[in-house]
T-cell receptor, first 117, second 111 residues
Framework: GAVVSQHPSWVICKSGTSVKIECRSL??????MFWYRQFPKQSLMLMAT?????????EQGVEKDKFLINHASLTLSTLTVTSAHPEDSSFYIC?????????????FGPGTRLTVT | RKEVEQDPGPFNVPEGATVAFNCTYS??????FFWYRQDCRKEPKLLMS???SGNEDGRFTAQLNRASQYISLLIRDSKLSDSATYLC????????????FGTGTRLTIIP
């Protein structure tokens, strides 16, 4: 149980293009989904918290107009990196909380490795 | 001071040995605590939650000391498959579900 999928697993794009990443909870409904970014040899950094049907809450320093988050249902959240630049190259990981569990555990998707050339 | 501090290692330990990791956190209001493991270029996977009473799952034992704001993980009879980075993770205060990750401790089990 508690499986989270993410698509695509890797993507290479040219500078200036936009990339959409999907995050799905497969066998549970997610109260909240989270988007993280991880640079090499660094810890995961929370970018934003996404609640179904409402606007995402972004962490300080994360541009909401550059990283568009849509949380259309209890099982799907998307992150769109708009006008990507090489410095946006990173490992993007989503996670989800199970709304039927009274716990703060988060279940992570397999991540999307983005390379902007 | 970092919110969650861990010794980055690396720890190189022979197979079958016992190894312990420690972690300290700065927010005294933190409510929930976890150990995750992360393999190279993969996502973090929940290893276990950590409770004040201590908890054990097979070869793994986790302990929380709220007074000292200290969390530990003990791995007994280590296996080659235990090689990974171990992440100490804490939440915020009551109602704050955000996870704060330590930078991780790199463990390599040597045959």
């Amino acid at each position: 149980g508690a499986v989270v999928s993410q698509h695509p697993s890797w993507v290479i794009c040219k500078s200036g293009t936009s990339v959409k990443i999907e995050c799905r909870s497969l066998d549970f409904q997610a109260t909240t989904m989270f988007w993280y970014r991880q640079f090499p040899k660094q810890s995961l950094m929370l970018m934003a918290t996404s609640n179904e049907g409402s606007k995402a809450t972004y962490e300080q320093g994360v541009e909401k107009d550059k990283f568009l988050i849509n949380h259309a249902s209890l099982t799907l959240s998307t992150l769109t990196v708009t006008s990507a630049h090489p410095e946006d190259s990173s490992f993007y990981i989503c996670s989800a909380r199970d709304r039927d569990r009274d716990s703060y555990e988060q279940y992570f998707g397999p991540g999307t490795r983005l390379t902007v050339t | 001071r970092k919110e969650v501090e861990q010794d980055p290692g690396p720890f190189n330990v022979p197979e079958g040995a016992t190894v312990a990791f420690n972690c300290t956190y700065s927010n005294s209001a933190s409510q929930s605590f976890f150990w995750y493991r992360q393999d190279c270029r993969k996502e973090p996977k929940l290893l276990m939650s950590v409770y004040s009473s201590g908890n054990e799952d097979g070869r793994f034992t986790a302990q929380l000391n709220r007074a000292s704001q200290y969390i530990s993980l003990l791995i007994r009879d280590s296996k080659l498959s235990d090689s990974a980075t171990y992440l100490c993770v804490v939440t915020g205060g009551i109602g704050n579900e955000k996870l704060t990750f330590g930078t991780g401790t790199r463990l390599t089990i040597i045959p």
